[in-house]
T-cell receptor
């Protein structure tokens, strides 16, 4: 079993729809969770971080965390073609996003938003 | 502007050659990291450093070496012992309770 696993893609949604990206992790000691967006040929860009169970909203993005189920998701509302990218889930054992936490990444999910 | 600078953007390695990738940050971050990304894959940690003159191996350190002589610099050497070095190399830094942020990356290929 991979330490961090993301739903297999690619995922294709129409413009204006909700895109749902999922991630499961195997280490129950994980405490910090991140979503990065990576455009083709570019480096990852942090879009969301979440540390406690529940939902966290930032604009069109909502991260959801369920530690009991070892599951974290990212919802993108009103999807736009500019959201087309690879989305990487990353997990750390360290609390509060401490700087010295090693990140373990999933393999990424490719999202395509078509007009 | 503050940020993380990686150079060069593209690098080619000959057989038996060591090459060094540069990573410099002017964010005054304590921790720095090196990752490797293969096509269609996530990132894998090579080495990381929490303070000057100290660093730890990540998950795939074999065939790589690093140094941390200055807070702002964390160069990565890909040695000839690394038999499959072709990849996208990413440097990141962070401090305090902030998540990691990445440089623009270096693409390494074999000649």
């Amino acid at each position: 079993q991979k330490e961090v696993e993301q739903n297999s893609g690619p995922l294709s949604v129409p413009e204006g729809a909700i895109a749902s990206l999922n991630c499961t992790y195997s280490d129950r000691g994980s405490q910090s969770f991140f979503w990065y967006r990576q455009y083709s040929g570019k480096s990852p860009e942090l879009i969301m971080s979440i540390y406690s169970n529940g939902d966290k909203e930032d604009g069109r993005f909502t991260a959801q965390l369920n530690k009991a189920s070892q599951y974290v998701s990212l919802l993108i509302r009103d999807s736009q073609p500019s959201d087309s990218a690879t989305y990487l889930c990353a997990v750390s054992r360290h609390a509060g996003g401490t700087s010295y936490g090693k990140l373990t990444f999933g393999q990424g999910t490719i999202l395509t938003v078509h007009p | 502007d503050g940020g993380i600078t990686q150079s060069p953007k593209y690098l080619f390695r000959k057989e038996g050659q060591n090459v060094t990738l540069s990573c410099e940050q002017n964010l005054n971050h304590d921790a720095m990291y090196w990752y490797r990304q293969d096509p269609g894959q996530g990132l894998r940690l090579i080495y990381y450093s929490q303070i000057v003159n100290d660093f730890q191996k990540g998950d795939i350190a074999e065939g790589y070496s690093v140094s941390r002589e200055k807070k702002e610099s964390f160069p990565l050497t890909v040695t000839s012992a690394q038999k499959n070095p072709t990849a996208f190399y990413l440097c990141a830094s962070s401090t305090g309770y902030q998540p990691q942020h990445f440089g623009d990356g270096t693409r390494l290929s074999i000649l």
